[in-house]
DNA sequence: ATAGGTGCAAACAGTTTGCATGTAT
DNA sequence: ATACATGCAAACTGTTTGCACCTAT
C-alpha cells in the first residue's frame, strides 16, 4: 500500500490531528466527515496498513476496542477513563518491572494500565 | 442461578484444579471431557454467574481472549507467554503508581502485564 | 410441581475477506 | 494501461440470547 488516496490521507490526518489514542469506529466516523462515502472495511486495512508501514501503533486493551496512536512517541502508558473510554497518554514509566518476571521466563514487554475517571467525568459532566 | 449442577460443578472443579488462569475454550474443553454433552453457551453463562457470585475473576487482557481464576487471591498480576498464549500469575505488584496519574484524574484500578517466553517456550519446546 | 438450568440454533458485534469497480500512477 | 485501493456484502470469531426441554429442589 503506497498510493495516496484520499481515504488515507484523511484516516491519517484524523490520528495526527487527534490529541488522544482513537478508536476504530471513532476513527471511521471522524474520517467519513472528509470522506463521505468511505466504508469500514476500508479503515481496518488503513490502520492495518499504517500499522505495518510503522507510522502508527495499535493500542490493545483489555475489554475494549483497539485504539490507534502516532508512532513516534518515546515509551509511556495510557490511562482509560472508566465512564466515557477515553483513553489517555501517561508519561513516564515504573521502574524495576524485572523484579517481577517469573523465574526462567524471557521479558519482551510490559503494559501498563491505570483506570478511573477522568476529569471531565469526575464534574458529572458525563461527555 | 444456585442449583448444583453437573456442568456447574464440573466447570467449577477445572478451575480450582488449574495451576493458572484458563480462557473459556480450555474451560469448555476440559469440562466437557467431564460432561460430554456440555454446550458453550453453558459456560459462558455459568462463568458469569461464578463471577457475579463473586468466586471466579475474569482476567481481561489485551487483544486475547479473557480468562479465568479463583478470586480469593491476593492481588497480583500476569505474565503472557507470547508463544503459547500460556497466562501465568505473578506475585507482587509495583510501587508509585499514582505517580503516573494524570492531573486531575482519580485512581480506581490498575493493571500490568507482562510479556514475553515462558520456560517451556524458550526451550524451544513449543508447548 | 416448578423455578431455574441446559443445549441448540439464531442473533450480535467487531473484524476480515472476495469480488467487481474505481483510480493513482 | 494496469496494479493497487475501495465499497459492498458475505464470512468469521467470540459471545449472548430465545426457546423448548430437562432436572434439582
Known sequence: MKRKT???????RVIIRADRPLSTDEIFKMARKLV?????????RTLKSLKEEGSIHEVDLPG???RWELSDKDHHHHFLCRTCDKLFEIEGCLGDI???LPPGCSLEAHNILLEGQCPDCLQGMDN
Open 64 to 66: 475494549q476496542t483497539s
Open 36 to 44: 463521505p462515502g468511505l466504508g469500514i472495511a476500508t479503515v481496518y
Open 98 to 100: 524485572d523484579r517481577l
Open 6 to 12: 484520499s481515504q488515507r490521507e484523511a484516516i491519517r
